[in-house]
């Protein structure tokens, strides 16, 4: 591991697995890794250029082998004083869960939202049902650009921050 300082950030490359971030990050492609450790992954270049606008991830993963548009947005993330775990794209593909990743994963922190406020902040959407984590994305994609301040998923349904669904959901992070 070696840290590499600029401008009061830290970019670290990671060459060995036992990394507790990297331990941690696997552990986030199931909904009990992502309640026992209050985070979830948002994975893409894209996705993670649209939360920085809006949000600040816990901290970047980046893959040595990414392409060039992922090494800008973890660029724009480190000038944001955010820290960039490096690792050789065969650690990375361990927490990817896309066959073709564009390598970068932001981790982020569960949004913590009471539903009695998610209610009366303008329109809420309740999903009853929705198991398919695509479908939820979908849902949850349009329900942003319908402009409603909250998701809630009920019982029946898949859980909203799943990788697959927060690919599907375009990056949009409704509570």
């Known amino acids: ?20 971030r ?46 060039e548009l992922a090494g800008n947005v973890a660029d724009q993330a480190e000038r944001a004083g955010i820290e960039i775990l490096e690792v050789p794209g065969s650690h990375f593909e361990t927490i990817a869960e896309t066959e073709t990743t564009q390598g970068l994963i932001a981790v982020c922190e569960l949004p913590q939202l009471p539903v009695s406020k998610a209610s009366g ?14 479908n939820m994305g979908t849902v ?14 009920g019982l029946e349904s898949c859980f909203p921050f799943l990788p697959k669904v927060t690919r599907a959901s375009g990056g949009h992070n409704i509570s």
Not at 38 to 59: I, K, Q, T
């Open 1 to 20: 591991m070696e840290d590499v300082h600029s401008g009061g950030t830290v970019r670290t490359r990671i060459t060995g697995r036992s990394n507790s």
């Open 22 to 67: 990297l331990k941690t990050a696997r552990k986030l492609n199931s909904k009990s890794g992502i309640l026992k450790t209050g985070l979830f992954l948002m994975e893409g270049p894209r996705f993670v250029s649209d939360l920085l606008e809006s949000g600040r991830p816990e901290y970047i993963i980046l893959s040595q082998d990414a392409g």
């Open 121 to 134: 902040q303008g329109i809420t959407l309740l999903l009853d049902g929705v198991s398919d984590p695509g």
């Open 140 to 153: 949850i994609r349009t329900a942003a650009a319908l402009k409603c301040s909250a998701v809630i998923a």
